[in-house]
Nanobody
């Protein structure tokens, strides 16, 4: 069983930055892919970005150019650097890992407000 633990959420002003981290309980070097979803208030969970074990990366248009995903396989960790944050980025952010099935973290809340 794979466990994922997110950290780094919080309150930030518009235009600010946050860095989310997701630590996996197992080696991720051979894992097919990891990434992030988010769930805005009253909305369904939406895919944001993913990175494969080969380092191939994709982004949702809503965050392209502002968010950057990276992985540190030696530390079993994936990061999401979020810059130029907007109030509409306020959501709960979930890390996921795909390996035969999809595993989810518990979520970390990000609030962008003045």
């Amino acid at each position: 069983q794979v466990q994922l633990v997110e950290s780094g959420g919080g309150l930030v002003q518009p235009g600010g930055s946050l860095r989310l981290s997701c630590a996996a309980s197992t080696s991720i070097s051979a894992i097919a892919g990891m990434g992030w979803y988010r769930q805005l208030p009253g909305r369904e969970r939406e895919w944001l970005t993913g990175i494969t074990s080969k380092g191939e990366i994709r982004y949702h248009d809503a965050v392209k150019g502002r968010f950057t995903i990276s992985r540190a396989n030696a530390k079993n960790t994936v990061h999401l650097q979020m810059n130029s944050l907007k109030p509409e980025d306020t959501a709960v952010y979930y890390c996921f890992l795909n390996f035969h099935k999809t595993y989810w973290g518990q979520g970390t809340r990000v609030t962008v407000s003045a």
